[in-house]
């Protein structure tokens, strides 16, 4: 089955603009988690969406928002862009909540200027 | 938020076995323990979860302490293939929340 797919997978977007960043799961799967990485911070967690609600928030600020569409595809958005948003986004998806593998998406790695 | 605790970094040579440790001492009783890795470029891939029992799979195995406090993830036979950086993770709870410390980065020596 195919797997989880980020688009775009490149972006450079400019200090105060907005983004939106999108995630399909895998077939089936109704829980998509968002991360951030990057080199000083590591992996960090965004928030998870399940059946469309917002499950599980980060510590990260109100500039990241998210949601979940019936077909369990996901956005991310980011507003009021800043360099330090400059990081690879990855979403991932699983079944059975916290109980089986998640599945990672290549990522969307976002460069702000 | 239980955290985990693993080594920087870690080396070994091809074809032989391999123990990664994790610290979970703050564990919950509902806490899943995942191993995932990382190799350059990619996104975090699942190796092994487990509660409470040992548990095997083509990747590897995964030993877990009788009281949950730490675990150890064995590749029973290193590859090349197998560099790259190693996450021991707790779920929160039932969620898909997954809390990623720094980390263990493997080396293969040929």
Not at chain 1, 32 to 56: A, D, H, I, K
Not at chain 2, 10 to 36: A, K
């Amino acid at each position: 089955k195919a797997g989880v797919t980020q688009t775009p997978r490149y972006l450079i977007k400019t200090r105060g603009q907005q983004v939106t960043l999108s995630c399909s799961p895998i077939s089936g799967h109704r829980s998509v988690s968002w991360y951030q990485q990057t080199p000083g911070q590591g992996l960090q967690f965004l928030f998870e969406y399940f059946s469309e609600t917002q499950r599980n928030k980060g510590n990260f600020p109100g500039r990241f928002s998210g949601r979940q569409f019936s077909n369990s595809r996901s956005e991310m958005n980011v507003s009021t862009l800043e360099l330090g948003d400059s990081a690879l986004y990855l979403c991932a998806s699983s079944g059975l909540q916290g109980r089986t593998e998640a599945f990672f998406g290549q990522g969307t790695r976002l460069t702000v200027v | 938020d239980a955290k985990t605790t693993q080594p920087n970094s870690m080396e070994s040579n091809e074809e032989e076995p391999v123990h990664l440790p994790c610290n979970h001492s703050t564990i919950s009783g509902t806490d899943y323990i995942h191993w995932y890795r990382q190799l350059p470029s990619q996104g975090p891939e699942y190796v092994i979860h487990g509660l409470t029992s040992n548990v095997n799979n083509r990747m590897a195995s995964l030993a877990i302490a009788e009281d949950r406090k730490s675990s150890t993830l064995i590749l029973h036979r290193a590859t090349l293939r197998d560099a790259a950086v190693y996450y021991c993770i707790l779920s929160y709870g039932n969620t898909g929340k997954l809390i990623f410390g720094q980390g263990t980065t493997l080396q293969v020596k040929p």
